[in-house]
């Protein structure tokens, strides 16, 4: 009987060292519903949480807490009752943690929880489901018990569904295990899946993009990718600028304090990141809190200048990394990507120029002349034959930006409240807007880096900037295209809108710097123009400026990976 078949019926787990490790049993439930899923999770170490997952976790809090024993099959006792069991099989290559057994004497059968209801299909579940509840069997047979048949309990319908194990599953289920190893092992990833449902609403949507490689690859000109929502869209920056300020964790919250007296706090859940500026302090407890929840910190200078970030053990993907690497020395790969990032910068900058210009006379747009050599300044820089002569082009296209620039800014009639710019300097800035824009682009630059360090890429290791101790160089060539549409343009509105006014700075020594109150001031604006939502430009759907960078960030890892043969910059009209 099957029922009866001992461990050693089964052939030995092919292709599989001791040093392997062991093939979890929901991977192989992953593999039989999405290869792709299977793959992201198991071996690029990918996971997202969604409504379905939290509601899953749960409705498994009861079956998580470890309660009776799973006795010896030898031992033949009469009620057996154990929960969260921890099983594993060097032979079969997987291991699983089974909710619950239960049985008699050495007759057990597992018992799997589900969120959901029963479907109402021919053999009572599906397939992914009954796969891995046969694993769950299996291993009970590799440890000497009788185990023909498993139940899945579907929690939402409070039914039972007996799942029988027989030759045909059996069979479907070993060669699902050897299915996952073999596509780990070609250290390829498996093709998303095509106009299928299961997309919506697997939680890893925003990290596989199925739609939008489909479209990306030209073969459905037709398809409209599905809108993309992130998991936790209010979490929200917390700031912390006062030199006297200290953050703790009191509970589910970060409290910062200024003298030992409370000046805020913000719940764990609503925080994406902390920023840290001067002297500002956290304590232990909350900033291992912060890396168990995947918060990273990042430490700026007193002036805004981005020092670090702290992510914990940091993101898995070592895949991603290697990819980068090799491609950083491809000197036609790297040329591509920094042909595409500067060609887009400049279209912004010309974008940004012609929405902007302030009406002065009969001058009521940009002089036509100053539009068509900024997109002849587009063209030579995607058609640039070396790096060298990139960096001329987008040089001569800056300063011809930057000669401009002034006619964006809102002119008063009090001369006093006028902010003045002739041209760009920097290190340091020497009059506001440029203390305005020098903020602005450190700002960019650790949100870049943030959203690059996040997806499994190293912000350290660029194509078009060139590697130096300490700065970001992927981070500067992914801010590139954004610089007139984020940052620029949040300075324009600050100016023009008089949120921002000439006492907040400060002037010493030559330079020009923002204080506290300006600082908070422009931070609130940063915020608002990274919430803002657009529609993007390739892929039509709305979507607000924080997400595009992290959808960009991960377009250039399937770029890196050799799933779509061009990186498609964000270029707007």
């Known amino acids: 009987m099957i029922g009866q078949t001992q461990a050693d019926s089964h052939p030995p787990f092919p292709g599989r060292s001791s040093d392997v490790p062991l093939v979890p049993a929901r991977m192989v439930n992953e593999y039989v519903y999405c290869p792709r899923l299977a793959y992201l999770e198991w071996v690029q170490g990918e996971f997202a949480h969604n ?29 057996i009752h154990a929960r969260s069991v921890d099983l594993a099989s060097d032979q079969l290559g997987v291991i699983a943690r089974i909710d619950l057994v239960e049985g008699a004497e050495d007759h057990v059968h597992p018992v799997d929880y589900k969120r959901g209801k029963r479907p109402h299909v021919a053999q009572g579940a599906y397939l992914p489901e009954r796969v891995q509840l046969c694993i769950q069997g299996l291993l009970l047979r590799e440890h000497g018990y009788r185990c023909d048949a498993g139940i899945l309990y579907f929690v939402a319908s409070k039914e039972r569904v007996r799942v029988p194990f027989d030759p045909d599953l059996v069979q479907t289920t070993l060669q699902a295990i050897q ?8 250290g390829k990833i498996p093709p998303p899946l095509e106009n299928s449902p299961k997309c919506s609403k697997c939680s890893l949507i925003g990290i596989c993009l199925p739609d939008e490689l489909r479209f990306l690859r030209g073969n459905e000109p037709d398809l409209q990718p599905r809108p993309i929502f992130p998991a936790m869209d209010s979490a929200l920056p917390l700031y912390v600028q006062s030199p006297a300020s200290y953050v703790r964790k009191e509970g589910e919250r970060l409290v910062v304090q200024e003298n030992n007296e409370t000046v805020a706090e913000a719940r764990l859940g609503d925080v994406s990141q902390v920023v840290l500026f001067g002297a500002a302090g956290m304590s232990t407890p909350a900033l291992h809190e912060c890396f168990r929840r995947e918060i990273p910190v990042t430490y700026l200078s007193y002036g805004g200048w981005f020092l670090g970030h702290s992510v914990g053990t940091g993101h898995r993907n070592v895949e991603t990394r290697t990819h980068q690497y090799r491609t950083s020395f491809d000197s036609e790969k790297c040329l591509q990507l920094a042909r595409g990032w500067i060609a ?13 210009w302030r009406v002065e006379k009969d001058d009521s747009s940009p002089p036509a002349e100053l539009m068509a050599l900024m997109k002849a300044d587009t063209r030579a820089a995607a058609g640039a034959t070396s790096l060298e002569s990139l960096l001329g082009v987008e040089g ?12 964006m800014l809102k002119a008063e009639e009090d001369a006093r409240m006028t902010f003045d710019f002739h041209k760009r300097n920097r290190r340091p800035p020497r009059d506001p807007v440029n203390a305005l824009l020098s903020f602005a682009y450190a700002m960019l630059v650790r949100e870049w880096t943030m959203a690059l360090s996040a997806v499994g890429l190293d912000p350290y290791r660029g194509f078009y900037h060139q590697p130096r101790y300490g700065r970001p160089a992927l981070a500067l060539d992914m801010m590139e295209p954004f610089r007139p549409l984020i940052a620029d343009s949040t300075v324009i509105t600050a100016i023009n809108n008089g949120e921002i006014q000439p006492k907040d700075f400060i002037h010493a020594a030559g330079s020009c710097a923002l204080a506290p109150s300006g600082r908070k001031k422009f931070i609130v604006g940063f915020e608002r123009r990274l919430a803002h939502e657009i529609t993007h430009p390739v892929f039509k759907y709305k979507v607000s400026y924080r997400r595009v960078l992290e959808v960009q960030a991960r377009l250039l890892v399937r770029y890196l990976a050799g799933e779509i043969s061009y990186y498609p910059n964000f270029v707007t009209r």
């Open 344 to 356: 887009a910068k400049i279209a912004n900058c010309r974008t940004l120029l012609r929405r902007n």
């Open 179 to 186: 299915g996952l190893r073999e596509a780990a092992n070609s």
């Open 396 to 407: 001569a296209a800056a300063s011809r930006y930057f000669q401009h620039f002034g006619r």
């Open 51 to 79: 409504e379905y997952t939290v509601d899953g976790q749960i409705k498994h809090g009861r079956v998580d807490q470890k309660q009776g024993r799973l006795p010896e099959p030898e031992e033949q006792v009469e009620h």
